[in-house]
Every structure is written in structure tokens, then in C-alpha cells.
């Protein structure tokens, strides 16, 4: 009867605390949710999202920050996606050494494993300073590229290596060669795990702010593409740190946190509604 | 006959250039520890190697300057494995009940929950943790300034949230359906068996868990920097502190000489964390590769 009881104890107690973790994970996540929506929308105006700070004016706006991130996010998807699918190309295709592709792929779990800080100030080091890049969005642009280069490498890899090797039997069958197959049947089956990829390191680089500290740097001025690529200017996570952190303005800081975690929402939701219908197909 | 020379000339070109886009990541990688190591030796060099990282006194900009780094090393230990004390237990029974108890609906929800807290940005927890944890801690237990070791511990639990959590998620779910049938076969309920049979079956994936988890505590900066304080002082729980990571960055827009060639070592020191870290996850995901 002692052993009974026991028992019933233990396994009351042990689900309650899996059910209090998960309550309790679940409540930090609608709280974070809940509390910078709720003091961000008193703050939200149109002078606020569509100016630049203004000294004479007294004004703080944005817009240069929003359009700094969409630069870089452009300009690193323009670099990563070629050496991203590339990389994962020969990985799944070409490489025929076990042991090489065995060291590829570790230096890409390494390169995965680097924490954003030592990539600003390798970044800023090599890019800015041996490139003579200055601190600038294209600096910061080639620095995110490395850092999410693990992420369209795995993602690529991984629906390459569900497209059915029938399917490139039967092109060699028809007397293409192998690039030929690759370009024309192997990529096209892709194509949904290679955005899939893009979208995820879109969510990084848009929430990356350590690593472009000291590459991208501070400035908030309205530029065209080319030429913002060449001066400093910062992201909305960069400018977020600089209004909390430095200027004590909590309610810009407040807006900036409210539309980044409005870009994380939609940019989970796509993804997962992409990797359902990656999983609907079937070959 | 033309166009089938055009086709094996591209198929050539194909091949060499597909093959240096895999071998330029070997590129990047050693470009990055080269350039850690070469410009964190000349300081560790000056300064020496006992007195740079056991030195227990950091004071970079005073007349006579003082290079230890031993608060920050144990900072970012402590910090790491207060994040996990708190992470890991909270982590691992959520994802022993998504995994084994949850009905679909829920387990989909929360799943998706965990989503998003992945893809918050370290600057908004950080900012959340100045504006929430900050006065909370120093209301709370009465100490003059919230900016604490305590404040940086609980924001890393949190951040390091998801990766253990879906690891953990992975591991028990792939553990084999027979063991569990044996285990209710033999009398044992359900939270038994879950606890005693298939938690001990999946350990191994509980472990990368936990190293990832270490990984991304130890290499934040952004989150840590706003709720840390930012005083070079030894680690205390309610002592405002400094980790590696926030050493690198706070210092990084001013410094200038031997300061900051000592920037750099602190780098090249948190980069040798970093890869020990690597390696041992490598050897974990080894051996479970070895007992399958």
C-alpha cells in the first residue's frame, strides 16, 4: 500500500511539473508579447515611421533604420543565396571524398557555432579595415552573409537530399550531364527548401545586432540603395539598443520592438506554413 | 557536335565552381581563427599569459592599466551555468510533455510558441530585461542597483529556451515505440515510464541540448549588455558584472593601443571556449551515432 502511494505521488508530481513548465514557458512568451505590443501602440505615429530624426524639430523617426535593414537584408540575401546553395550543391552532389566533405561540414557546424560578436569583430577587422569597406551597410552586409551561410547550406542540403535519386537516373538515362540535370531537374525540386532557408535567415538578420555594432555602425540617414550600401548606417535592432540603452527614449524603443516582433511573427508563420507544404509533397 | 563540346566545357565549370563554393567555407573558418589569433597573441604576449587570464583586476583606461580577465572568465561560467540551472529543468519538462503527454492541438500551440520565442531578437529581451527584471530585482531583494548577474542569468534561461527544448523534443520522440510498450507491459504508468524508461533512452540528446544551450549562453552579448551592468567587478549574484562577451563589446568603440589588442584576446579566449564547446558536442553526437 506504502509502495502504492508512493508511486501515486510520483506521478502527480512529476506531471505537474511538466505541465507547470509549459504553463510557464508559454506565459513568458505571451507576456513578452503582450507587453511590448501593449506599451508600444500609445507610441505608434505616421511622423514617427515615416521621418528621420530631426535635431531642429526635436523629432526621433525611424524610417532610415526600416530602410537600413531592408539594404542589408537585399544585399545579404544577393550574396549568401549563390554561395549558400552553391556550398550545399557540392556537398549533396559533387563531393565524392568522405573525409573532405566530413571537414566542409564541420567547418560549417563552426561557423554556425560562432557567436555573433567575434563575426562583428572579425567582420569589422577584415571587412572594414583589410577591404578598406569603412564601416558601412555593405560591411555589414558580407558579415551576416557568413553568418547565415550555415543556414541556406543545411536547409539546401536537406530537400536536395529528398529529391529521389531516380530522378536524376532517369536524366542521365535521357544523356544529360550532370550540371545539366542539376539545373534543370535537381534545383526546380528545391525550390520551396531553398526559401524556406531564405526566410529563416532573414529572421536572423533581421534580429542580429551584435555583429553589426562595429561593421554597420550608427548613422540614421535616408539613402538610396547604392549608396547607403557605402555608408554607415544602423539597423532597427542596432537603433533599438542605441534609443534603450544610450538615449533612455523608451517609447521609440518600444515601436522598434513592437514591429520587430510583428516581422518575427510573420516570418515564423510563412515558414511553417512553406515547411507544411514541403511535407504534403510527395514524390 | 558543337553544342555537345559547349555542354562538357559548362558541365566542367560547373563542377570547379561548385567545388570551391564547398571548400570556401573551410576558408572562412580559418580565415576567422587567423585573424582571432593573430591579432589576441601580441597582447596576451605583453601583458602575459598568467597575469591576462587570472589577473583578477580589469581597468583598461586608468594611468597604470591592469589586463586581468579573470572576472569576466568567470562571469560568463557562472552566467552559463545559471542560465542552464534554471533553463534546462524548465526546458526538459516542457518537452517531456509536448513530446509524450500533450494532446496534438496543445503540443502544436506551444510548439509554435517556441517558435517565436527563438526568433525575438537579443536586443528586445534585453530591453524587456532593463525595463521588467531590472526594477524587479532591485525592489525585490532590496539592493541598490538591479543591473546584476541575476538579471543576466535569468534573461539567458530564457533566450536558451528553445534550442533545449526542441532538441529535447527530437531525442524523446525518437525514442524506439517498444520500449515504452515493454516498460507498460510490465505495470509501470505512463509518467513512469516516460520518466524512468524513455528520458534515460533519449539522455544523449538531452545532452547536445544542454551544450547548445551553453553555446548560445555563452556567446550572447547584445541581451547580456543591457542587463548586466557592465563593472568589471568578480561575479556575484546581485554584483554588477561583465561577461566576455559585453568585455569585446563595450569597450570595442573606443579603445585604442594595447587596450585594444586586449579586446582581441578577450575575442580569442571566447573563441576557444566557443570551439571546446564544438568539439564536445561533436564527440556527444559521435558516440550516439557509435551505440545506434
Redesign the interface.
Known amino acids: 500500500m506504502n509502495n502504492e502511494l508512493k508511486?501515486t505521488i510520483?506521478?502527480n508530481v512529476?506531471?505537474f511539473?511538466?505541465?507547470?513548465?509549459?504553463l510557464?514557458?508559454?506565459l513568458?512568451?505571451?507576456f513578452?508579447?503582450a507587453?511590448?505590443f501593449i506599451r508600444a501602440i500609445p507610441h505608434f505615429s505616421w511622423q514617427l515611421l515615416s521621418t528621420k530624426p530631426s535635431y531642429i524639430n526635436e523629432t526621433i523617426g525611424v524610417l532610415p533604420d526600416i530602410l537600413n535593414t531592408i539594404y542589408i537584408v537585399i544585399a545579404t540575401l544577393v550574396f549568401v543565396l549563390?554561395?549558400g546553395v552553391?556550398?550545399a550543391?557540392?556537398?549533396s552532389?559533387?563531393?565524392k571524398n568522405i573525409k573532405i566533405k566530413k571537414?566542409?561540414e564541420?567547418?560549417?557546424?563552426?561557423?554556425a557555432?560562432?557567436?555573433?560578436?567575434?563575426?562583428?569583430?572579425?567582420g569589422?577587422?577584415?571587412f572594414c579595415q583589410y577591404f578598406g569597406l569603412k564601416t558601412s551597410l555593405l560591411a555589414g552586409a558580407l558579415t551576416l552573409t557568413?553568418m547565415n551561410?550555415p543556414t541556406i547550406?543545411r536547409t539546401t542540403q536537406e530537400s536536395l537530399d529528398s529529391v529521389p535519386a531516380s530522378y536524376r537516373e532517369g536524366s542521365f538515362g535521357l544523356g544529360a550531364?550532370?550540371?545539366?540535370a542539376?539545373r534543370t531537374v535537381v534545383l526546380p525540386c528545391c525550390i520551396d527548401g531553398i526559401v524556406t532557408g531564405c526566410i529563416l535567415a532573414v529572421?536572423r538578420m533581421?534580429?542580429?545586432?551584435?555583429a553589426l555594432?562595429?561593421t554597420a555602425g550608427f548613422a540614421h540617414k535616408v539613402n538610396g540603395f547604392i549608396d547607403a550600401l557605402s555608408s554607415s548606417g544602423s539597423t532597427l535592432?542596432?537603433a533599438?539598443?542605441v534609443y534603450?540603452?544610450e538615449q533612455g527614449r523608451?517609447d521609440v524603443?518600444f515601436v522598434i520592438?513592437a514591429i520587430?516582433?510583428f516581422m518575427?511573427?510573420l516570418?515564423?508563420f510563412t515558414a511553417?506554413k512553406l515547411s507544411k507544404k514541403i511535407q504534403n509533397k510527395r514524390y | 557536335m558543337k553544342l555537345k563540346k559547349h555542354?562538357?566545357c559548362?558541365?566542367k565549370i560547373?563542377?570547379v565552381?561548385?567545388?570551391s563554393?564547398?571548400?570556401?567555407?573551410?576558408v572562412?573558418?580559418a580565415?576567422?581563427c587567423l585573424?582571432?589569433v593573430v591579432?589576441g597573441i601580441p597582447a596576451i604576449g605583453k601583458i602575459g599569459f598568467v597575469d591576462f587570464i587570472f589577473g583578477t583586476k580589469w581597468a583598461s583606461t586608468s594611468t597604470v592599466p591592469s589586463f586581468g580577465i579573470l572576472p569576466f572568465i568567470l562571469t560568463s561560467i557562472y552566467g552559463t551555468l545559471g542560465a542552464i540551472l534554471i533553463g534546462l529543468?524548465?526546458?526538459?519538462?516542457?518537452s517531456?510533455?509536448?513530446a509524450k503527454?500533450?494532446p496534438l492541438k496543445i503540443k502544436q500551440f506551444?510548439e509554435?510558441?517556441?517558435?517565436?520565442?527563438a526568433?525575438?531578437?537579443?536586443?528586445?529581451?534585453?530591453?524587456?530585461g532593463?525595463?521588467?527584471l531590472v526594477p524587479g530585482i532591485q525592489s525585490i531583494f532590496d539592493v541598490p542597483d538591479g543591473s546584476s548577474l541575476l538579471a543576466a542569468i535569468l534573461v539567458l534561461s530564457?533566450m536558451i529556451?528553445p534550442s533545449i527544448?526542441k532538441v529535447s523534443i527530437g531525442s524523446i520522440e525518437a525514442v524506439p515505440n517498444e520500449y515504452e510498450l515493454g516498460s507498460l507491459a510490465l505495470g509501470a504508468?505512463k509518467?513512469?515510464t516516460v520518466?524512468k524508461v524513455v528520458v534515460p533512452a533519449a539522455r544523449r540528446g538531452i545532452g547536445v541540448a544542454v551544450v547548445l544551450g551553453v553555446?548560445r549562453a555563452?556567446?550572447?552579448?547584445?541581451a547580456v549588455?543591457?542587463v548586466a551592468g557592465n563593472v568589471a567587478n568578480m561575479p556575484g549574484l546581485f554584483e554588477s558584472v561583465r561577461f566576455l562577451?559585453t568585455a569585446?563589446?563595450s569597450e570595442?568603440?573606443y579603445s585604442a593601443g594595447l587596450q585594444r589588442q586586449a579586446l582581441?584576446s578577450i575575442?580569442l579566449v571566447?573563441?576557444v571556449f566557443?570551439?571546446v564547446?564544438?568539439a564536445l558536442?561533436?564527440l556527444v553526437l559521435k558516440e550516439r551515432g557509435k551505440k545506434k
Open positions: 508511486r510520483y506521478k512529476m506531471l511539473f511538466a505541465y507547470a513548465a509549459t510557464a514557458t508559454v513568458v512568451v505571451g513578452i508579447i507587453y511590448v549563390p554561395l552553391g556550398a550543391v557540392y556537398l552532389e559533387y563531393a571537414v566542409i564541420y567547418a560549417i557546424e563552426s561557423l557555432g560562432i557567436p555573433s560578436i567575434i563575426y562583428g569583430l572579425v569589422m577587422l577584415v557568413i551561410l547550406i550531364n550532370k550540371w545539366y542539376i529572421g533581421l534580429g542580429e545586432s551584435a555594432l562595429f535592432t542596432v533599438l539598443y534603450a540603452k523608451f524603443a520592438a520587430m516582433l518575427s511573427l516570418i515564423n511553417s | 555542354q562538357e559548362t558541365d560547373a563542377t565552381v561548385f567545388t563554393l564547398g571548400y570556401l567555407n573551410i572562412f573558418v580565415v576567422i585573424y582571432l591579432s529543468p524548465l526546458g526538459f519538462f516542457c517531456v510533455y509536448l503527454f500533450a506551444v509554435s510558441t517556441v517558435d517565436l520565442l526568433g525575438i531578437p537579443s536586443v528586445v529581451f534585453g530591453f524587456i532593463m525595463l521588467v530564457i529556451l527544448i504508468n509518467v513512469e520518466y553555446g555563452i556567446g550572447e552579448a547584445m549588455m543591457m562577451t569585446v563589446a570595442m568603440s582581441f575575442a571566447l573563441f566557443i570551439m564547446i564544438n558536442l561533436n
